[in-house]
C-alpha cells in the first residue's frame, strides 16, 4: 500500500509528512482545551507556550546541526515553510516548558506525556509513510537547452538527483537559484528538469533571473513526472547508484535540506 507524497488543500501543495505533523499538532491542542477545561485551566495557555517554544527550538536545533548550509543564507531560518526541524530538540524544549508553566502539577505529567506519545505517533507514522525504495523509471530521456538529449538510465551506477520544475510554479521560482548554486559545486549530478514547458519558456525564465543553463533540461512532455507520480512542483527526485528512488521531496526545499540528502545520497554510496 502506497501513500500519497503530498495533499493538495485548496491552492496549496503541502508534502504528507507536513500535513501529518499539523494533524497531530491539532490534536496536541484539542487535549490542552480539554485539560484546560476539566482539570486545570492554565493547560491551554500552556499548550500554546510549548507549541511555540517547541517550533522554535525544533528549528533552531536543525539551523546548529546544519550551519555550516544556512551560513551561506542565514536569514533562511525564518523560512519555516521549507521544512527542517529537530524533532529531538523540539520535544524537549514543548515538555520542558510545559512542565514549567504547569508547576508539575498532575496536568503537566498528562500534557508532557501527551507530547511524548503524539512524537512517537510521529515517527511510527512517517516511517509507514515513506515509500520503500522502487527502481528509477527506464527509458526516460531529458533535453539539454541546446538540443542533446541524454537518456536517464545512462547515468545509472551514480548517485544523482533530478529537481522537476516549471517557470509558472512560485516555490520553484524560489529555490531555483539556490539548486542552480548547489548544483555547481556538487560531486552528485543535480538536473534541474524543467516539466512540461516549451524550451523558449525554460530559455526566458532563465535569462530574466540571470542563471546559468549548464544543469537545466527539459522534459516538455511531463514524462518523467508522470512516472514517478510526482503530484506536484517543485519535486526532488534522489536515486542512488543502484537506480533506486530512495527519496522524493515534494515542495520547496532549504539549501541544507537539499545538502543533507546530498550526503546521505554519498554515505550510501561510498
Known amino acids: 500500500m502506497s501513500f500519497p507524497q503530498a495533499v493538495e488543500i485548496g491552492p496549496l501543495l ?34 500554546w507556550w510549548a507549541l ?3 517550533l522554535v527550538a525544533a528549528r533552531l536545533g536543525y539551523a546548529i546541526i546544519n550551519w555550516e548550509a544556512f551560513a551561506v543564507e542565514p536569514a533562511s531560518i525564518l523560512a519555516f515553510w521549507q521544512g527542517g526541524f529537530s524533532l529531538v530538540a523540539g520535544v524537549a524544549a514543548a515538555v520542558l516548558v510545559t512542565l514549567w508553566k504547569l508547576r508539575l502539577r498532575p496536568s503537566s505529567l498528562l500534557m508532557a506525556g501527551a507530547i511524548l506519545m503524539l512524537s512517537g505517533a510521529y515517527i511510527g507514522s512517517s516511517q509507514l509513510l515513506t515509500p520503500a525504495p522502487r527502481p528509477f ?21 551514480q548517485p544523482m538527483v533530478i529537481n522537476l520544475w516549471a517557470s509558472w510554479c512560485l516555490p520553484c521560482r524560489r ?12 560531486s552528485v549530478p543535480i538536473l534541474l528538469v524543467n516539466s512540461g514547458e516549451e524550451r ?7 535569462w530574466v533571473n540571470r542563471l546559468p543553463p549548464s544543469a537545466v533540461y527539459l522534459d516538455t512532455t511531463a514524462s518523467l513526472a508522470a512516472a514517478i507520480e510526482a503530484g506536484g512542483y517543485p519535486a526532488t527526485v534522489f536515486v542512488n547508484a543502484a537506480g533506486e528512488i530512495k527519496t522524493v ?16 545520497l554519498e554515505q550510501r554510496d561510498h
Open 175 to 186: 529555490e531555483m537559484p539556490m539548486m542552480v548554486d548547489v548544483a555547481s559545486t556538487s
Open 14 to 47: 503541502l508534502a504528507t509528512d507536513r500535513v501529518l505533523a499539523l494533524v497531530l499538532i491539532s490534536v496536541f491542542l484539542l487535549i490542552a482545551i480539554m485539560v484546560s477545561k476539566r482539570a486545570d485551566e492554565s493547560a491551554e495557555g500552556a499548550g
Open 137 to 157: 523509471p527506464a527509458g526516460i530521456a531529458v533535453q539539454k537547452l541546446a538540443g542533446e538529449s541524454l537518456d536517464l538510465s545512462k547515468l545509472r551506477g
Open 249 to 264: 521531496h515534494v515542495g520547496e526545499l532549504s539549501r541544507a535540506m537539499l545538502t543533507s540528502e546530498l550526503r546521505h
Open 52 to 54: 511555540v517554544t517547541g
Open 200 to 206: 523558449a519558456v525554460a530559455e526566458e525564465f532563465l
